[in-house]
T-cell receptor
């Protein structure tokens, strides 16, 4: 079983749609959780951290469910510019700073 | 600040050649890492460092060496390039934020083709 798993997609949605991605992780002791965004042939960039109580940043909402060991990302009112690959990232130990990446979920927003 | 810089951007090697991928950051970050990204595989950790003089292996370290003589630099060495090392290589650095949440900053990547 992979340490961090995502549905690779692609998710094809029309503009204005709401779309949600899930990500599961295997290590119950995982400490930190993030969503990164990666545009084609570019480096990953931090989209948002994921906090235990859930957090929102504009149209983006992240949730953490420690009991079921998954995190989610909800995008409301999708824009064409949201088209990208979304990477789920987990840090198992803050002592090492090692990031474990999911393979990414590709989102394609259509006009 | 330049952030995280990587050189070269592109490289073509022949099997058996050696080379060093350069990575530097000017943010005084403790943590630095090297990843490779292959289609359908996501990013996989090659080596990482928690500070100058300290390095450790990641998920796929074979065929690669690293050193961390300064806080700023974290070069990745391919000892004898193989076609399986054709990939996109990303260097990243991070700091520890309050509460243990780290933000990782990535360099623009090096695209390597081994023939």
């Amino acid at each position: 079983r992979k340490e961090v798993e995502q549905d690779p997609g692609p998710f094809n949605v029309p503009e204005g749609a709401t779309v949600a991605f899930n990500c599961t992780y295997s290590n119950s002791a995982s400490q930190s959780f993030f969503w990164y965004r990666q545009d084609c042939r570019k480096e990953p960039k931090l989209l948002m951290s994921v906090y235990s109580s859930g957090n929102e940043d504009g149209r983006f909402t992240a949730q953490l469910n420690r009991a079921s060991q998954y995190i989610s990302l909800l995008i409301r009112d999708s824009k064409l510019s949201d088209s990208a690959t979304y990477l789920c990232v987990v840090i198992f130990s803050s002592n090492t700073g090692k990031l474990i990446f999911g393979q990414g979920t590709t989102l394609q927003v259509k006009p | 600040n330049a952030g995280v810089t990587q050189t070269p951007k592109f490289q073509v090697l022949k099997t058996g050649q050696s080379m060093t991928l350069q990575c530097a950051q000017d943010m005084n970050h403790e943590y630095m890492s090297w990843y490779r990204q292959d289609p359908g595989m996501g990013l996989r950790l090659i080596h990482y460092s928690v500070g100058a003089g300290i390095t450790d292996q990641g998920e796929v370290p074979n065929g690669y060496n690293v050193s961390r003589s300064t806080t700023e630099d974290f070069p990745l060495r391919l000892l004898s390039a193989a076609p399986s090392q054709t990939s996109v290589y990303f260097c990243a650095s991070s700091t520890r934020l309050a509460g243990g949440q780290e933000t990782q900053y990535f360099g623009p990547g090096t695209r390597l083709l081994v023939l």
